[in-house]
């Protein structure tokens, strides 16, 4: 039995081809948009204190600003100065003030796929004070930190940061004393004392350039998160009191997640194959109709 195909039915071969076609690249190109996710933000300072496990002091995040990308987007954050003294314990305290703060999120995606964040702090000046003498202190002329990450195929994610002007007092003794002209800008993680060679403070460590990875990082997402400035303590002695907790300075993040993009669904690869063999079909038909 031979069967014939009309001119007719050829044509319609052809467009349902040509739209299964179109339709499963349309899918193919908005699932792969809609499944990255980017995020930034930043903040100028941040301090959580304790005595004996009693929260203290609680500061910020202050300046804080946030963006996240389906679309991008370009937010900021702006604070003109703080300056704010915090009671430890009957005797013991925090002073703590800044010039001006400020942060900012961007990310052009879909247009690329990359989003940052950078804070600034200006004129820091920080003091722990015990029996109204100080026990420690420490300013810097401008503390910035930049974030960023980038890429679908392949996530990565960079941090950098810089102090310049940095002066420290341990009981009335000048540590460091950097003018503004004089930068540090250390390899990640750097305990500051140790970067410069100088005897560690028992129940302080003080973190430059602090570079913190997204746990579990790898081809499809990354994230970061980077701190100027990171004080650390732990049972460190304040008058007669045991101060823990940290301090932040000049904090940005950044993280990109493609986790959900790597393969489109069997039925969107079943649609297009079968539009190309549905063209396909047509075009040989038409061939055999023509000779």
């Known amino acids: ?79 003109a100065s703080l300056n704010q003294t915090l009671a430890l314990g009957t005797l013991t305290g925090l002073k703590i003030g800044t010039g001006l703060i400020t942060t900012g999120a961007e990310s052009v995606f879909p247009l690329t796929p990359t989003g940052n964040a950078d804070a600034l702090v200006n004129g820091l000046n920080l003091s722990l004070t015990a029996a109204r003498a100080s026990s420690l202190g420490l300013t810097a002329t401008t503390l910035t930190s930049h974030s960023e990450v980038e890429g679908v195929d392949a996530a990565s994610a960079t941090g950098t940061s810089k102090i310049s002007g940095l002066k420290l007092t341990v009981l009335g003794i000048d540590l460091i004393n950097l003018s503004a002209s004089e930068f540090i800008t250390a390899p990640a993680n750097s305990n500051l004392l140790t970067l410069l060679g100088l005897n560690t403070i028992s129940g302080l460590n003080i973190m430059v350039n602090e570079q913190v990875p997204l746990p579990g990082s790898n081809a499809k997402n990354a994230g970061i998160t980077t701190n100027a400035l990171h004080l650390i303590f732990s049972n460190f002695l304040l008058g007669t009191d045991r101060l823990y907790g940290d301090v932040i300075i000049s904090s940005t993040r950044a993280y990109i997640d493609n986790a959900n993009s790597a393969t489109p669904e069997p039925a969107t690869w079943i649609q297009m194959i079968t539009g190309f063999g549905l063209i396909g079909v047509a075009a040989r038909r038409r061939k055999k109709a023509l000779a």
């Open 1 to 79: 039995m031979m069967v014939t195909i009309s001119k007719r039915n050829t044509k319609d071969l052809f467009r349902l081809g040509t739209i299964s076609v179109i339709a499963g690249c349309a899918l193919l190109a908005s699932s792969a948009n809609a499944t990255t996710v980017i995020r930034s933000g930043a903040y100028g300072v941040e301090v959580n204190l304790s005595v004996l496990s009693v929260l203290k002091a609680q500061v910020g995040p202050l300046a804080s600003t946030d963006g996240i990308a389906g679309t991008g987007y370009d937010t900021a954050g702006t604070l």
